[in-house]
């Protein structure tokens, strides 16, 4: 049996979706469907049922992937060990929001490169495709802020983020008393909204939790990365929400001020994500404890 076709077939498993299987990949989707179909034929048996959206495999489908995923995984494993020895160390590559990859996850595994461990990051915002690309083989771990379904991955809670709601001081001086408590809307309509993407998914968030309400206007600034954010509204662009371990510093210096301080912050979770099975490497195993050991004091 060709082993490409079974690589194909549990990124598929793994991914639930050809399209999907196909990006992880570098294929296309028909080449991705034909190898399935060449694979159904050669075992005589359907492997997955097509859906409105993606595809579940069949009993037959998932008792391939069981036999034949460890040993896929394991050849992947004695080809990467192979690279590794070259160099004499083992690689480590972790996927997680690039912020928090950042400021949080990288630092706090460099002390293991004195100890032969070798880093690559890749920055990824959509927790879906992240953990699809863990799925696959394309990560070692990953953090997300999602928890994934089931599959063949196994999740940690690894911290909580609290959410601030901040603004450059001139902003926070046009503010009249219990503004913010009690006219959450309002404030949208006095200041600008600097976020990462037009859905607003942090200050919807906020709202929606603070003040048991939506949003009323569409951001003024949008910048892709947290850190952008907070240098656009230091610099008076607006309001935004921010993890506070992010716009900490520049509370200190106030840079940028708190506009409010709810009893009950809003809190974002971030999962560490593996595949099944890899925790029993080393310097997977490693690196997983040492973030869990770290995240103790985020």
């Known amino acids: 049996m060709d082993l490409a076709l079974l690589r194909t077939f549990v990124a598929v498993h793994r991914a639930g979706s050809f399209t999907r299987a196909a990006t992880l990949l570098g294929l296309s989707q028909p080449a991705v469907t034909s190898q399935i179909r060449a694979l159904e034929r050669q075992l005589g048996r359907p492997l997955f049922l097509r859906r409105a959206r993606g595809v579940t495999p069949t009993t037959a489908g998932d008792e391939l992937a069981h036999r034949a995923a460890p040993h896929l995984d394991a050849l992947v494993d004695i080809v990467e060990a192979g690279l590794d020895d070259e160099s004499g160390a083992r690689t480590l590559h972790l996927a997680g929001p690039p912020e928090f ?141 921010l ?30 994500n593996a595949r099944t099975g890899t925790l029993g490497l080393p310097h997977i195993a490693r690196a997983h404890e040492w973030l869990v050991r770290a995240a103790v004091d985020w």
């Open 101 to 241: 990859t950042s400021l949080r996850a990288l630092p706090a595994l460099t002390p293991l490169i004195s100890q032969g461990l070798a880093l690559r990051s890749t920055f990824a915002v959509n927790a879906e495709d992240t953990l699809a690309g863990l799925a696959a083989g394309h990560h070692d771990l990953a953090i997300t802020t999602a928890r994934p379904r089931g599959g063949p991955l196994t999740s940690t809670t690894l911290c909580d983020e609290e959410h601030v709601l901040v603004a450059a001081p001139r902003w926070a001086g046009r503010l009249g008393p219990g503004t913010l408590r009690h006219k959450g809307s309002v404030l949208l309509e006095q200041l600008p909204v600097v976020e990462v993407h037009e859905s607003m998914p942090l200050v919807s968030r906020y709202w929606a939790t603070v003040f048991d309400s939506r949003p009323a206007a569409s951001a003024a600034v949008i910048a892709p990365d947290l850190r952008a954010v907070l240098e656009s509204t230091a610099a008076g662009a607006g309001l935004a929400v």
């Open 243 to 272: 993890p506070r371990y992010l716009c900490e510093n520049a509370l200190e210096r106030g840079e940028v001020v708190a506009l409010l301080d709810p009893p009950i912050p809003p809190l974002r979770t971030y999962f560490l």
